[in-house]
């Protein structure tokens, strides 16, 4: 099973900075990662996948980037809306699937 | 617009079932590969199983395996979880998502809570 280690747990920032977030994986998993962003009381929405590429819909201000086992994501220009968590997810070895713990990106 | 609704979630006593329900409207649900995940309260997201588009294909996580059945009917446009031997751990919002890219979620249901409890 692949495990999907992210960091940092809690991420505090205000309106308009950068966030950048980290996934490891513990193996090579090329480029098939994903990114979820979950607001408390709703589904994830998927963000990011295959590492870099936009999902429908997402603002331009989310970026993707890595491949083997070191990805991030970057969330240029904090808008309010983006106060959430993150999870990354794998589908390069399934089953299982797998998610990392996730990401909090909570206001400073 | 795409929309997924789940139902048949609630209460239920260790070692007790339930068949959780998923309904899909506005897309063609015979494209996609389609999933449970589920999320216990105040962690993160737990993959289950998933269901290939003419259900020849079923996968699960260990932790379900022989407990949990995905299937679907295609004529209903519905996906299902059959639950049984249910435990405390298993408390959760489970959410139906389709799968797009053979392994990522681009649509997910409101989820559904599932107690079990005593």
């Known amino acids: 099973e692949i495990v999907l280690t992210q960091s940092p747990a809690t991420l505090s920032l205000s309106p308009g900075e950068r966030a950048t977030l980290s996934c490891r994986a513990s193996?090579?998993?090329?480029?098939?990662l994903a990114w979820y962003q979950q607001k408390p009381g709703q589904a994830p929405r998927l963000v990011i996948h295959d590492a870099s590429n936009r999902a429908t819909g997402i603002p331009a201000r989310f970026s993707g980037n890595g491949s083997g086992t070191d990805f991030t994501l970057t969330i240029n220009s904090l808008e309010p809306e983006d106060f959430a968590v993150y999870y990354c997810q794998q589908r390069r070895s399934w089953p299982p699937l797998t998610f990392g713990r996730g990401t909090k990106v909570e206001i400073k | 617009q795409a929309r997924l609704v789940e139902s048949g979630g609630g209460l239920v006593q260790p070692g007790g079932s339930l068949r959780l329900s998923c309904e899909a409207s506005?897309?063609?649900?015979?494209?996609?590969?389609m999933s449970w995940v589920r999320q216990a309260p105040g962690k993160g997201l737990e993959w289950l199983s998933s269901?290939?588009?003419?259900?020849?294909?079923?996968y699960s996580a260990d932790s379900v395996k022989g407990r949990f059945s995905i299937s679907r009917d295609n004529t209903k446009n519905s996906t299902y979880l059959q639950m049984d031997a249910l435990g405390v751990e298993d408390t959760a919002i489970y959410y139906c998502a389709r799968v797009r890219k053979v392994a990522y979620f681009d649509l997910w249901g409101r989820g559904i809570l599932v107690s079990v409890s005593s």
């Open positions: 193996q090579n998993i090329n480029s098939f």
């Open positions: 269901v290939t588009s003419t259900a020849a294909s079923k």
């Open positions: 506005g897309f063609t649900f015979t494209d996609f590969i």
